[in-house]
């Protein structure tokens, strides 16, 4: 007899009720899964925990993720998402179900739907079925993993609590279980078997190279900082000199949680967290609330602060790892290709074809359409402006590093460091962490300052505004969101305005995240990419309110 879990998931779901929302509106699984004020999150997590015991039981009963964290939003938020077996964000095809299941009007309503997507999707409910889910620093995080664990707990399912991660370390944990004991194991399943995987990576990766001087690491007081402190202790003495200053990491004060810090402050902002006081000339980086995003900068003695983002992070290890290829023998061999967003900087997009000669995809925003097409080349370097991406390494380019006859020493140096490359750098997901010791690692082989990194091109100046519009699902877009195809008209009203500037560039698109609509745009100089985008702007208000 099949088990009937609708009595158990009934009384489970009373306890974790659903805040209706007004007539009209409906919650949504959006880029980064359902995010908002944490006190509407309990009911939803409760029901995302369904969604994810369902998936695990259609995917083999492989170990299906689930990660609580507002990554770089107020302290007061949280979200809830689910992450698939390999460390991926969950198939875009299961969003419209945890959607359809969070949206549910009564408890009687979800037994009915959970069973009905268990029908429609063939899934045997009877078949064992296992959840791992771990959590940021936010206090509500504690309310809402109970909430999930009732729903496992009455969905028959088995499951992990890692407590206290990084998004990343989650994704790193999912794929280590599902990859246990197997040819393609990803590593050890516990949190510290992620560090010593890159503590070791790390070490190989530098091959006695030099690290100049000091990394301040700005936690945004939240999951980054201890969980940073803990990794610094599996460096070996002696082996390599990296030599951390970790910073807001109080993570016992959730109110100062992302505030006036963090890769999103420095991205947004364009300047230094003011607490601690910036140094001139000190090497910095910050990660976000849940340290997945990172963020290079430094202030200039003379020129002021200078901001290395997610662009110059894809194009530096673009440079070293195309270099490396080449010295490998494997440039005939292997195809690297970059993905980037339309808000990716024109001059970084130049860069890369032109000098590196690597070719480019631009894709829609979020990092599961950048994964995606990442995925295509042998090496995929994928970034989005915000400081958030990873490299791609395909199976196929893993074992030409590990079994390439090498010709010479020069070759065996550059395909170890590949193969240490390939095991650094998290291949599930951006990972701050891991991120920030690649960026470490090519700067030391390049015995580069930041100076050095910011000095191979110059950026366009470029704008990004955020546009309060009476309606954003007006908005339409085409050709990876570079162009309008709704609301009719506008789209020739931006080309019109770009015309007028030298150089120029801009689009417009409804935000997923937030209510409202973004503008970006760039020109050769500051003042004209602030007026394009005040233009455009001008325009998106107008459509935006229907006249
Ligand atoms: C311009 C911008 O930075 N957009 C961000 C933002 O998406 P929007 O759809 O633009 O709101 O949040 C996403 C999730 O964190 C992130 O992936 C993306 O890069
Ligand atoms: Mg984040």
């Given at each position: 007899m099949a088990p009937n879990h609708d009595d158990k998931i009934l009384a489970a779901s009373k306890r974790h009720p659903i805040v209706p929302l007004e007539k009209g509106q409906f919650y949504k699984y959006g880029t980064a899964g359902f995010r908002m004020?944490?006190?509407?999150l309990e009911g939803i997590t409760f029901r995302v925990g369904l969604l994810a015991a369902l998936r695990s039981r259609k995917l083999n009963s492989q170990a299906i993720g689930v990660m609580v964290t507002a990554s770089h939003n107020p302290a007061a938020d949280n979200g809830v998402k689910i992450v698939d077996p390999m460390g991926e964000m969950l198939e875009q095809d299961w969003e419209k179900y945890a959607t359809g299941l969070v949206n549910c009007q009564s408890d009687e309503e979800l037994v009915k739907q959970y069973n009905e997507l268990a029908h429609q999707l063939k899934i045997d409910l009877k078949a064992p079925a296992k959840v791992i889910y771990g959590r940021d620093t936010r206090p509500s995080g504690h309310k809402l993993v109970s909430a999930l664990a009732d729903a496992l707990e009455a969905t028959d399912t088995e499951y992990v609590d890692h407590k206290l991660l990084t998004t990343p370390q989650l994704h790193y944990l999912v794929r280590a279980t599902n990859t246990e004991g197997t040819p393609l194991s990803y590593g050890k399943v516990s949190e510290a078997g992620y560090y010593e995987k890159l503590a070791h990576a790390f070490v190989r990766a530098m091959k006695n190279k030099k690290i100049d001087g000091t990394l301040t690491v700005d936690c945004a007081n939240g999951i980054g900082g201890p969980k940073l402190s803990e990794f610094l202790k599996y460096i070996p003495k002696g082996k390599v000199n990296l030599d951390v200053k970790v910073v807001?990491?109080?993570?016992?004060?959730?109110?100062?949680?992302n505030l006036d810090c963090g890769a999103d402050f420095v991205k947004t902002k364009q300047r230094a967290p003011p607490i601690p006081k910036p140094q001139p000339g000190a090497r910095c980086c910050s990660l976000d609330g849940d340290a997945d995003r990172l963020m290079y900068y430094w202030i200039d003695p003379e020129r002021g602060f200078f901001m290395l983002d997610g662009d110059r992070i894809s194009s530096l290890a673009a440079s070293f790892i195309g270099d490396l290829v080449e010295s490998a023998g494997l440039k005939h061999d292997i195809r690297i290709g970059v993905v980037q967003t339309a808000y990716a900087n024109g001059a970084s997009t130049n860069y890369i074809t032109q000098h590196l000669k690597l070719p480019v995809i631009c894709t829609p925003t979020g990092v599961k359409h950048l994964h995606h097409v990442a995925q295509s080349f042998d090496i995929g370097v994928y970034f989005e402006a915000n400081g958030h991406g990873t490299v791609l390494f395909s199976p196929d380019a893993l074992t030409a590093f590990k079994e390439k006859q090498p010709q010479s020493p020069a070759q065996k140096d550059a395909l170890e460091t590949l193969a240490a490359l390939g095991d650094l750098i998290n291949q599930t997901v951006g990972d701050a962490i891991s991120d920030m010791l690649m960026v470490e690692v090519i700067l030391a082989h390049k015995a580069w300052s930041l100076r050095d990194w910011a000095m191979t091109y110059s950026d366009l100046p470029n704008r990004l505004v955020r546009v309060e519009v009476?309606?954003?699902?007006l908005f339409h877009t085409t050709d990876a969101e570079r162009r309008l195809s709704h609301p009719e008209g506008a789209q020739q009203e931006i080309d019109d305005a770009v015309k007028k500037y030298k150089d120029a560039r801009s689009f417009a698109r409804a935000s997923g995240t937030e209510n409202a609509c973004r503008v970006y745009a760039e020109a050769a100089t500051r003042s004209e990419a602030n007026e394009l985008a005040e233009r455009v702007a001008r325009i998106i208000e107008r459509y935006g309110s229907g006249q």
């Open positions: 004020r944490a006190s509407l807001n990491d109080d993570v016992l004060r959730p109110e100062v949680l009476g309606n954003k699902d």
